[in-house]
């Protein structure tokens, strides 16, 4: 079993920063990609960015030069920093892991966290 937990999200003023914490944990063999998605209400769900567990990354247009992902495989835990921030960025972030355990492959979810720009 393996499970994410979330950190950071908040209400920030539009030209603000925060950064978001996802830590996975349980019976991790391999960590290999990890990524954000966000939801926005009446929307679909959205990659926002993906890290490759040797470093390569991947943003949605929407966010590039403003997002940064980033990871610790020491303590399996993704970054997501986001500088910049307008209020069509509010949404639920979400954190997605994909590996394998000990026993099989896994594509794990965080619970989200709500991420608010207004003034």
């Known amino acids: 079993q393996v499970q994410l937990v979330e950190s950071g999200g908040g209400l920030v003023q539009p030209g603000g920063s925060l950064r978001l914490s996802c830590t996975a944990s349980?019976?991790?063999?391999?960590?290999?990609?990890m990524a954000w998605y966000r939801q926005a209400p009446g929307k679909e769900r959205e990659l926002v960015a993906v890290?490759?567990?040797?470093?390569?990354?991947y943003y949605a247009d929407a966010v590039k030069g403003r997002f940064t992902i980033s990871r610790d495989n020491t303590v399996n835990t993704a970054y997501l920093r986001m500088n910049s921030l307008k209020p069509e960025d509010t949404a639920v972030y979400y954190c997605?892991?994909?590996?394998?355990?000990?026993?099989?492959?896994?594509?794990?979810w965080g619970q989200g966290t709500q991420v608010t720009v207004s003034s």
């Open positions: 349980g019976s991790i063999f391999a960590l290999n990609s």
């Open positions: 997605n892991a994909l590996g394998n355990s000990h026993h099989a492959p896994f594509n794990v």
């Open positions: 890290i490759s567990r040797n470093g390569p990354t």
